[in-house]
């Protein structure tokens, strides 16, 4: 046996490795495909609102067929950060309810030394 190797090789002590449920494989998944279609049409929604037009730059009200596509797009992509930025606060309050502690009980706990006082 070498330096760094381990006392237990075996296969079973190989799978004890935690697994994600699949279940929130498709959380995640639904979630991905359900910030999108929140923001676009949340945008559409938030367009039409007419105090949404005092506040939109001339220079972005394009000529053409329609002449507030980039003002749907950058609205739509403020959108999904703002949604994807909900659902992480969610997420992490959650984790943090619910999720395993900082510390297990084979952890030493954090030190309070703060140092030698120096003089100079």
Do not use: C, N
């Not at 009980?105 to 703060?114: G, H, I, K, L, M």
């Amino acid at each position: 046996m070498g330096k760094y190797g381990t006392y237990s090789t075996s296969p079973e002590s190989k799978s004890k490795k935690k697994k994600v449920h699949p279940i929130w494989r498709g959380v995640g998944f639904g979630l991905a495909i359900l910030t999108p279609i929140l923001a676009y049409f949340g945008s559409a929604v938030i367009i039409r609102e007419p105090w949404f037009m005092d506040i939109i730059p001339r220079e972005l009200i394009m000529r053409g067929s329609d002449p507030l596509w980039l003002v749907r797009l950058l609205t739509f992509l403020i959108l999904v950060f703002v949604i994807f930025t909900v659902f992480q606060a969610i997420t992490f309050l959650a984790y943090r309810l619910f999720g395993p502690p900082r510390y297990g009980p084979y952890d030493v706990p954090p030190a309070s030394y703060r140092g030698k006082r120096t003089a100079r």
